[in-house]
C-alpha cells in the first residue's frame, strides 16, 4: 500500500453542461476513468424538491413494521418495500443493514416491457405527499442522468446522443434507503463492498456518512461531496460495455464516527438501466491490441440483471 497522500475526487460543475460541454465531457470522463466516480456540483435540480422527496421517504420509515410490510411485493424487490436484512453484498454472508423502497419507470398497458416492470406501489393512505414528491425524484434524476450520459458518449469518442435510445424504456430504480442507527459495538459496515449492476448510479441524500470508494491501491477513500452535490459511479453494464475503460469500482457504506452511529443513514440513489433487450455488446472503439475484447459474447441487460439480482439474494 502507498505512503502517498490519498487521491480526491474533484467536483465538476454541471454548470458547464452547455458553455464547455468539451471541457465537461473531459473532467467527468477523466474522473470516472480514474476513480469510478465523479461528484457533479450545480446540477440545478431544486433542493426544496430533493428534500420533500427525502422527507417523504423518512416519513415511510418511521412506520410500523405491519404497516410497511404490507408494501413488500414480488417482482425481485424491485418495487415497493424490501425489509431489513434482506440483501446481502455478492460474495458476503451477513446481510447489509438497510431496509429500501423501490420506484421504477411506469409503462403504459400493452408495452413490450410489462413482463419486466410491474406498476409501482404507493404508500398513499400512510404518506399523502410521498407519491408526488418521490415520483418527482424519479424523473428529475432519470433525465440528469441521460446529460450525463450523453457526455459519457462523448468521451467515449461517441455521438453525443448515443445511449438515448439505448435507456428511454430503461428499468431504472429509484432506491429510498434507511439505515438505522447502530449502536458503538455493533458491525463496522452497514452495506458491505460491492459494485452496482447498472449503467450509471446517481446518488442524492447522504446526511450522514460512510460511503467510501476502493481506490488502485487498495486504500479506501472516503466521498465527502459538497453539500447538495451528486456522486455519480460507472455500473457493471457499463464497464462492460466500454471494455473496462470506465471501471465500476467498489464501495462500500461503513457506520460513521461512534457520535454519530445513534443516527440513522438516509440516501436516494438512482441506478439507470439500459433497455431490458439492450445487448450489451463490448463497444468496437474499445477494443484494440493492448486491450483485447474480455466479453466475446453478448449479454441483454435483462439477462444480465437477473443474473446479479440473484447473486445478491434479490431474485
Same mark, same amino acid.
Given at each position: 500500500?502507498?505512503?502517498?497522500p490519498?487521491?480526491?475526487?474533484?467536483?465538476v460543475?454541471?454548470?458547464?453542461?452547455?458553455?464547455?460541454?468539451?471541457?465537461?465531457?473531459?473532467?467527468?470522463g477523466d474522473?470516472?476513468a480514474?476513480?469510478?466516480?465523479a461528484?457533479?456540483?450545480?446540477?440545478?435540480?431544486p433542493q426544496?424538491q430533493?428534500?420533500?422527496?427525502l422527507? $417523504?421517504?423518512k416519513?415511510?420509515?418511521e412506520l410500523?413494521?405491519? @404497516?410497511?410490510?404490507?408494501?413488500?411485493?414480488?417482482?425481485?424487490?424491485?418495487r415497493?418495500?424490501t425489509?431489513?436484512?434482506?440483501?446481502?453484498?455478492k460474495?458476503?454472508?451477513h446481510?447489509?443493514?438497510?431496509?429500501f423502497?423501490?420506484?421504477g419507470?411506469?409503462?403504459p398497458?400493452?408495452?413490450?416491457?410489462?413482463?419486466?416492470?410491474?406498476?409501482?406501489?404507493? =404508500?398513499?393512505? @400512510?404518506?399523502?405527499?410521498?407519491?408526488?414528491?418521490? +415520483?418527482?425524484?424519479?424523473?428529475?434524476?432519470?433525465?440528469?442522468?441521460?446529460?450525463?450520459?450523453?457526455?459519457?458518449?462523448?468521451?467515449?469518442?461517441?455521438?453525443? +446522443?448515443?445511449?438515448?435510445?439505448?435507456?428511454?424504456?430503461?428499468n431504472? !430504480?429509484?432506491?429510498?434507503?434507511?439505515?438505522?442507527?447502530?449502536?458503538e459495538?455493533?458491525?463496522?459496515?452497514?452495506? +458491505?463492498?460491492h459494485?452496482?449492476?447498472?449503467?450509471?448510479?446517481?446518488?442524492?441524500?447522504?446526511e @450522514?456518512?460512510?460511503?467510501?470508494?476502493?481506490?488502485?491501491?487498495?486504500?479506501?477513500? =472516503?466521498?465527502? =461531496?459538497?453539500?447538495?452535490?451528486?456522486?455519480?459511479?460507472?455500473?457493471?453494464?457499463?464497464?462492460?460495455?466500454?471494455?473496462?475503460?470506465?471501471?465500476?469500482?467498489?464501495?462500500?457504506?461503513?457506520?460513521?464516527?461512534p @457520535?454519530?452511529?445513534?443516527?440513522?443513514?438516509?440516501?436516494?440513489?438512482f441506478?439507470?438501466?439500459?433497455?431490458?433487450d439492450?445487448?450489451i455488446?463490448?463497444? $468496437?472503439?474499445?477494443?484494440?491490441?493492448?486491450?483485447?475484447?474480455?466479453?466475446?459474447? =453478448?449479454?441483454?441487460a435483462?439477462?444480465?440483471?437477473?443474473?446479479r439480482?440473484?447473486? !445478491?439474494?434479490?431474485?
Amino acid at each position: 500500500m502507498s505512503d502517498a497522500p490519498p487521491a480526491t475526487i474533484e467536483p465538476v460543475s454541471f454548470a458547464r453542461f452547455d458553455g464547455d460541454f468539451a471541457g465537461f465531457s473531459r473532467d467527468l470522463g477523466d474522473s470516472f476513468a480514474r476513480f469510478g466516480f465523479a461528484v457533479v456540483r450545480d446540477h440545478g435540480l431544486p433542493q426544496a424538491q430533493i428534500d420533500a422527496a427525502l422527507g $417523504a421517504a423518512k416519513a415511510f420509515f418511521e412506520l410500523g413494521e405491519t @404497516e410497511k410490510r404490507a408494501y413488500k411485493v414480488g417482482l425481485a424487490g424491485q418495487r415497493g418495500y424490501t425489509p431489513f436484512g434482506v440483501e446481502t453484498a455478492k460474495g458476503h454472508v451477513h446481510h447489509d443493514l438497510k431496509e429500501f423502497w423501490h420506484v421504477g419507470r411506469d409503462l403504459p398497458a400493452g408495452h413490450r416491457f410489462r413482463s419486466q416492470m410491474a406498476d409501482n406501489v404507493w =404508500p398513499d393512505a @400512510e404518506v399523502a405527499d410521498f407519491r408526488p414528491a418521490v +415520483g418527482w425524484l424519479y424523473g428529475a434524476l432519470d433525465a440528469m442522468g441521460l446529460r450525463l450520459l450523453e457526455a459519457i458518449a462523448a468521451w467515449l469518442g461517441l455521438e453525443r +446522443g448515443f445511449f438515448a435510445p439505448t435507456v428511454d424504456a430503461g428499468n431504472s !430504480i429509484l432506491r429510498l434507503l434507511h439505515y438505522p442507527p447502530v449502536g458503538e459495538d455493533g458491525p463496522h459496515i452497514r452495506a +458491505g463492498a460491492h459494485e452496482d449492476i447498472n449503467v450509471i448510479t446517481l446518488l442524492l441524500g447522504a446526511e @450522514e456518512a460512510g460511503l467510501e470508494v476502493k481506490d488502485r491501491d487498495g486504500r479506501w477513500l =472516503p466521498i465527502n =461531496p459538497p453539500p447538495g452535490a451528486l456522486v455519480v459511479n460507472i455500473g457493471d453494464m457499463l464497464q462492460r460495455l466500454s471494455n473496462h475503460r470506465l471501471p465500476s469500482t467498489t464501495h462500500r457504506v461503513v457506520n460513521p464516527a461512534p @457520535e454519530r452511529r445513534g443516527h440513522s443513514r438516509y440516501s436516494t440513489p438512482f441506478f439507470l438501466h439500459f433497455n431490458p433487450d439492450y445487448e450489451i455488446r463490448t463497444l $468496437a472503439s474499445c477494443v484494440d491490441a493492448a486491450r483485447p475484447d474480455r466479453y466475446p459474447q =453478448p449479454i441483454t441487460a435483462d439477462e444480465y440483471l437477473q443474473e446479479r439480482l440473484r447473486e !445478491i439474494k434479490l431474485a
